[in-house]
C-alpha cells in the first residue's frame, strides 16, 4: 500500500499567522489519466472530515482562498496563508491514484 | 442540499454482524459511485470500500475483504455495508462519502459508531 507520511504531527500557529504542512507519498501519485489524485480534508474537533483541496490545488465550494495545495508526484503541501481560529482541527493528505486509497497520519493545528 | 445520513451502528460482539445504512438526499444518487470510510477512536482515516453506480464494480481494503459487504440500492437512495465475522479492531465511527471517489468524496456524512465488544 502507498504509505503517506506527513510533517509535522502536530503545528501551534499564532492566528494570523502562516502554516504549512507537508506530505509525502511513497510513489507517484501521478494516475495513467494524467491526473495526480492527491486530497486534502480538514477535520475540526468533534466533526466529519470535509473536503479542502482535491488534485493537489483545486480548492473545493465554499473553502476560503487562504487554503491552497501545491506539489507534484510524491511531494505535496497544504499551506495557510493566515491562520484562523476556526482553522483548528486535524488535517490529513489521501491519495485516491493507487488502491487501496490511503491517508497521512494527520496534523493537528492548534493556536499558540 | 446534499445530505448523507448514516445508521445502524451500535454495540456488539466479537464475531457478530451489523449492517449499516447511508441515506442519501439532495443529489441524483445513481449516478455517483460511493464508499465507506471509518475512523478508529482517536485514531487517523482508512478508506475502507467503493461502489460503482450500478453496483456492478465493487473494491475492498484487505482488512475487511470477506468480512464487509458494500452494496446500494438507487430506487432507495440508500447505500449499506454489512459488516461479518466482527472484530473488537472494527470499533471506529463510520462513514459514507460521495464519490468520484479517487477526490476522496466530496461530501461525508456524520458518521455512526461501532462498537466490537463483549
Known amino acids: 500500500d502507498v504509505v503517506m507520511a506527513q510533517s509535522p504531527l502536530s503545528l501551534p500557529v499564532t492566528l494570523g499567522q502562516p502554516a504549512s504542512i507537508s506530505c509525502r507519498s511513497s510513489q507517484s501519485l501521478v494516475y495513467s489519466d494524467g491526473n495526480t489524485y492527491l486530497n486534502w480534508f480538514q477535520q475540526r474537533p468533534g466533526q466529519s472530515p470535509r473536503r479542502l483541496i482535491y488534485k493537489v490545488s483545486n480548492r473545493d465550494s465554499g473553502v476560503p482562498d487562504r487554503f491552497s495545495g501545491s506539489g507534484s508526484g510524491t511531494d505535496f503541501t497544504l499551506k495557510i496563508s493566515r491562520v484562523e481560529a476556526e482553522d483548528v482541527g486535524v488535517y490529513y493528505c489521501?491519495?485516491?491514484?493507487?488502491?487501496?486509497?490511503?491517508f497521512g497520519q494527520g496534523t493537528k493545528v492548534e493556536i499558540k | 442540499e446534499v445530505q448523507l445520513v448514516e445508521s445502524g451502528g451500535g454495540l456488539v460482539q466479537p464475531g457478530g454482524s451489523l449492517r449499516l445504512s447511508c441515506a442519501a438526499s439532495?443529489?441524483?444518487?445513481?449516478?455517483?459511485?460511493m464508499a465507506w470510510v471509518r475512523q478508529a477512536p482517536g485514531k487517523g482515516l482508512e478508506w475502507l470500500a467503493n461502489i460503482k453506480q450500478d453496483g456492478s464494480e465493487k473494491y475492498y481494503v484487505d482488512s475487511v475483504k470477506g468480512r464487509f459487504t458494500i452494496s446500494r440500492d438507487n430506487a432507495k437512495n440508500s447505500l449499506y455495508l454489512q459488516m461479518n465475522s466482527l472484530r473488537a479492531e472494527d470499533t471506529a465511527v463510520y462513514y459514507c462519502a460521495r464519490g468520484p471517489v479517487r477526490g476522496g468524496g466530496d461530501c461525508w456524512g456524520q458518521g455512526t459508531l461501532v462498537t466490537v465488544s463483549s
Open positions: 489521501m491519495q485516491g491514484t493507487h488502491w487501496p486509497w490511503t
Open positions: 439532495g443529489f441524483t444518487f445513481s449516478t455517483y459511485w
